[in-house]
C-alpha cells in the first residue's frame, strides 16, 4: 500500500486541507481529511484532482498543430490538410504519434481518453491483414503512455449528405469505411477489451452515416459508450434537413441513439427542442472549447444543455491545445462571451465536467473521484508557479495550466513525476513521430 498526503485535494464536497489518501491494487482504499502527514507519506503538493478525461480525441490531427492556423478557410478547407495527413499513417506511424500525444495528455493530467477512431483500413479502403491494426496501435499507444483508453470505434459510410440524400466516400474517405453497419459492427465485435482499455462505438456524424444504417450501430453500441459529431457546422444540419427533413438531434433520436449512454459531441448549433431533447434524454455533451474556436465552428449552448439535463464533459479534439484546464477555462469564459454575463459555470462544475462526467461518458464510471473504492487516478497541480501563486485552492481550475501539473498517477502507478513522463521528453516523441509525415 502507499498512501499520499495532499496539502489540498478536491474531494466529493470541494477542495479540503490535509488529506492522506491511501491506495492499493490500483484503488483508493482510504480518505482521511483533516490529517497530520505520517512517516513514509508521498506529499503531492499544491491542488490534487482525480484525474482527467478528455473525452474526444482525434490522435492523428496532433500532427497538423503549428500547420493549419494561419491558412484562413473553414472547417471544410482545413479537412483537406487533415485528409492529407491521414492518408500518411499506418499501424506504425499510427503507434508511434498516438502513444506521443497520449504522452503529452498524460503530462497534462489526463488518466483515460476517448479516442474517436476512423482511420481503419489501408489508403484505397483495402483492410489490413489484421482488419483491426489501427484500432489496435491505439490500445497499444495508451498503455505505453501509461492512460487508459476507451476506443470509440467509428461507423463511417458516407461522404456527404444531398438532398437527395447520402453521397458516396470520397476517395480519401475510402479508408474510414466497413460498407455498412453490419459489416463494421462484425470487425468491432472482433477487437478485444484489456485492463487499460474498453471498446465503445460512434456514429461519425448524419453525414457519416446513412439513415436507414444508424439503428444497426445503436444496437451494435447497446451497453456501451456511444459518441457521435452532432451539429458541428451550420451546413450539416442544413444538410440534414434537405435530405430528412429533421434536425441531426431529432434524427438520432429516431433511431434511439440517445441516452445515458451516449455522448454528443460539440453540439454548437442546436434548435431549442435539440436541447430539450439532449437534456431530457440525459445524453452527455462533449464541449471541445479550443477546436470550436480555432475551427471557427461558434459556440455551443453549454449552459442550457447543463441546465436541461445533459452532463458536460471536455474534450481537446484535434488537439490544437492539449490542456484540460484551458478546455475547462474556456467553456466558462465562452459563455461569458455569449451571455455577458460571468460565473455562468462554477469551478465546482468545471472540475466535474473535467473528472467524474467525463469517466462515466467513457464508461469507466468508477473513477473520477478522490474517494475510497475508486480507481487511484490523481492529478497534482503545483499553486506556486507563476500562474497559480497566490490564487485559491478552489479557483485554482480558472489560474492553471498544464505545465502547473507535476504528479499524474493512473490506476496507482505513477506516470508522471515532477512534471517528467516516464517515456522521457515527450516533446522529442513527438517530433519523431510528427516530422516523417511532413517529408515530401
Same mark, same amino acid.
Not at 171 to 179: I, K, N, S, T, V
Not at 258 to 271: D, I, K, M, R, Y
Not at 327 to 341: C, F, G
Given at each position: 500500500?502507499?498512501?499520499?498526503?495532499?496539502?489540498?485535494?478536491?474531494?466529493?464536497?470541494?477542495?479540503?486541507?490535509?488529506?492522506?489518501?491511501?491506495?492499493?491494487?490500483? $484503488?483508493?482504499?482510504?480518505?482521511?481529511?483533516?490529517?497530520?502527514?505520517?512517516?513514509?507519506?508521498?506529499?503531492?503538493?499544491?491542488?490534487?484532482?482525480?484525474?482527467?478525461?478528455?473525452?474526444? =480525441?482525434?490522435?492523428?490531427?496532433?500532427?497538423?498543430?503549428?500547420?493549419?492556423?494561419?491558412?484562413?478557410?473553414?472547417?471544410?478547407?482545413?479537412?483537406?490538410?487533415?485528409?492529407?495527413?491521414?492518408?500518411?499513417?499506418?499501424?506504425?506511424?499510427?503507434?508511434?504519434?498516438?502513444?506521443?500525444?497520449?504522452?503529452?495528455?498524460?503530462?497534462?493530467?489526463? =488518466?483515460?481518453?476517448?479516442?474517436?477512431?476512423?482511420?481503419?483500413?489501408?489508403?484505397?479502403?483495402?483492410?489490413?491483414?489484421?482488419?483491426?491494426?489501427?484500432?489496435?496501435?491505439?490500445?497499444?499507444?495508451?498503455?505505453?503512455?501509461?492512460?487508459?483508453?476507451?476506443?470509440? *470505434?467509428?461507423?463511417?459510410?458516407?461522404?456527404?449528405?444531398?438532398? +437527395?440524400?447520402?453521397?458516396?466516400?470520397?476517395?480519401?474517405?475510402?479508408?474510414?469505411?466497413?460498407?455498412?453497419?453490419?459489416?463494421?459492427?462484425?470487425?468491432?465485435?472482433?477487437?478485444?477489451?484489456?485492463?487499460?482499455?474498453?471498446?465503445?462505438?460512434?456514429?461519425? =456524424?448524419? $453525414?457519416?452515416?446513412?439513415?436507414?444504417?444508424?439503428?444497426?450501430?445503436?444496437?451494435?453500441?447497446?451497453?456501451?459508450?456511444?459518441?457521435?459529431?452532432?451539429?458541428?457546422?451550420?451546413?450539416?444540419?442544413?444538410?440534414?434537413?434537405?435530405?430528412?427533413?429533421?434536425?441531426?438531434?431529432?434524427?438520432?433520436?429516431?433511431?434511439?441513439?440517445?441516452?445515458?449512454?451516449?455522448?454528443?459531441?460539440?453540439?454548437?448549433?442546436?434548435?431549442?427542442?435539440?436541447?430539450?431533447?439532449?437534456?431530457?434524454?440525459?445524453? =452527455?455533451?462533449?464541449?471541445?472549447?479550443?477546436?470550436?474556436? +480555432?475551427?471557427?465552428?461558434?459556440?455551443?449552448?453549454?449552459?442550457?444543455?447543463?441546465?436541461?439535463?445533459?452532463?458536460?464533459?471536455?474534450?481537446?479534439?484535434?488537439?490544437?491545445?492539449?490542456?484540460?484546464?484551458?478546455?475547462?477555462?474556456?467553456?466558462?469564459? *465562452?459563455?461569458?462571451?455569449?451571455?455577458?454575463?460571468?460565473?455562468?459555470?462554477?469551478?465546482?462544475?468545471?472540475?466535474?465536467?473535467?473528472?467524474?462526467?467525463?469517466?462515466?461518458?467513457?464508461?469507466?464510471? *468508477?473513477?473520477?473521484?478522490?474517494?475510497?473504492?475508486?480507481?487511484?487516478?490523481?492529478?497534482?497541480?503545483?499553486?506556486?508557479?507563476?500562474?497559480?501563486?497566490?490564487?485559491?485552492?478552489?479557483?485554482?481550475?480558472?489560474?492553471?495550466?498544464?505545465?502547473?501539473?507535476?504528479?499524474?498517477?493512473?490506476?496507482?502507478?505513477?506516470?508522471?513525476?515532477?512534471?517528467?513522463?516516464?517515456?522521457? +521528453?515527450?516533446?522529442?516523441?513527438?517530433?519523431?513521430?510528427?516530422?516523417?509525415?511532413?517529408?515530401?
Amino acid at each position: 500500500m502507499t498512501t499520499y498526503f495532499a496539502p489540498h485535494a478536491w474531494l466529493p464536497n470541494g477542495v479540503t486541507p490535509d488529506v492522506r489518501i491511501e491506495v492499493g491494487d490500483g $484503488r483508493i482504499t482510504a480518505v482521511t481529511p483533516d490529517s497530520v502527514a505520517q512517516p513514509g507519506d508521498r506529499r503531492l503538493d499544491g491542488l490534487t484532482l482525480p484525474g482527467f478525461a478528455n473525452t474526444h =480525441s482525434h490522435a492523428f490531427h496532433r500532427a497538423l498543430r503549428g500547420r493549419t492556423h494561419g491558412d484562413g478557410g473553414t472547417f471544410w478547407t482545413w479537412r483537406e490538410r487533415m485528409y492529407a495527413i491521414a492518408g500518411r499513417l499506418d499501424p506504425d506511424t499510427y503507434l508511434a504519434l498516438a502513444r506521443a500525444t497520449f504522452a503529452e495528455m498524460a503530462l497534462a493530467g489526463v =488518466s483515460v481518453v476517448g479516442e474517436f477512431h476512423y482511420l481503419h483500413h489501408s489508403p484505397g479502403g483495402v483492410p489490413y491483414a489484421d482488419p483491426n491494426a489501427m484500432g489496435a496501435a491505439m490500445l497499444q499507444a495508451a498503455a505505453e503512455a501509461g492512460i487508459r483508453i476507451t476506443l470509440l *470505434d467509428t461507423c463511417y459510410l458516407s461522404g456527404g449528405l444531398g438532398a +437527395d440524400g447520402p453521397r458516396p466516400l470520397a476517395p480519401q474517405q475510402l479508408r474510414f469505411g466497413d460498407g455498412n453497419a453490419e459489416r463494421w459492427a462484425a470487425r468491432v465485435a472482433a477487437l478485444a477489451p484489456a485492463p487499460h482499455a474498453r471498446v465503445g462505438a460512434a456514429v461519425h =456524424s448524419v $453525414r457519416g452515416v446513412p439513415r436507414d444504417q444508424l439503428p444497426a450501430v445503436v444496437a451494435a453500441a447497446h451497453g456501451r459508450p456511444l459518441h457521435v459529431h452532432l451539429s458541428e457546422q451550420p451546413a450539416e444540419n442544413d444538410q440534414c434537413l434537405a435530405a430528412y427533413g429533421v434536425t441531426p438531434t431529432a434524427l438520432l433520436a429516431e433511431a434511439g441513439a440517445l441516452g445515458p449512454l451516449t455522448t454528443a459531441v460539440h453540439a454548437t448549433h442546436l434548435t431549442a427542442e435539440d436541447i430539450a431533447v439532449l437534456g431530457s434524454s440525459a445524453t =452527455s455533451i462533449s464541449m471541445c472549447p479550443t477546436t470550436e474556436r +480555432d475551427l471557427a465552428d461558434g459556440i455551443g449552448p453549454a449552459r442550457a444543455l447543463k441546465d436541461a439535463g445533459a452532463p458536460i464533459t471536455l474534450g481537446s479534439d484535434q488537439h490544437a491545445v492539449i490542456d484540460l484546464f484551458e478546455e475547462a477555462r474556456a467553456l466558462e469564459m *465562452d459563455e461569458r462571451l455569449a451571455s455577458l454575463q460571468r460565473g455562468r459555470f462554477t469551478p465546482g462544475e468545471l472540475v466535474t465536467a473535467l473528472t467524474d462526467h467525463g469517466h462515466r461518458s467513457l464508461g469507466w464510471s *468508477d473513477a473520477g473521484r478522490i474517494a475510497a473504492g475508486a480507481r487511484a487516478d490523481l492529478t497534482a497541480v503545483r499553486l506556486d508557479t507563476a500562474r497559480t501563486a497566490g490564487c485559491r485552492p478552489d479557483q485554482a481550475v480558472m489560474a492553471a495550466t498544464a505545465p502547473d501539473v507535476h504528479t499524474v498517477i493512473v490506476d496507482g502507478q505513477v506516470v508522471v513525476e515532477d512534471g517528467r513522463h516516464r517515456l522521457g +521528453d515527450v516533446g522529442r516523441l513527438l517530433a519523431r513521430a510528427i516530422e516523417p509525415l511532413w517529408r515530401g
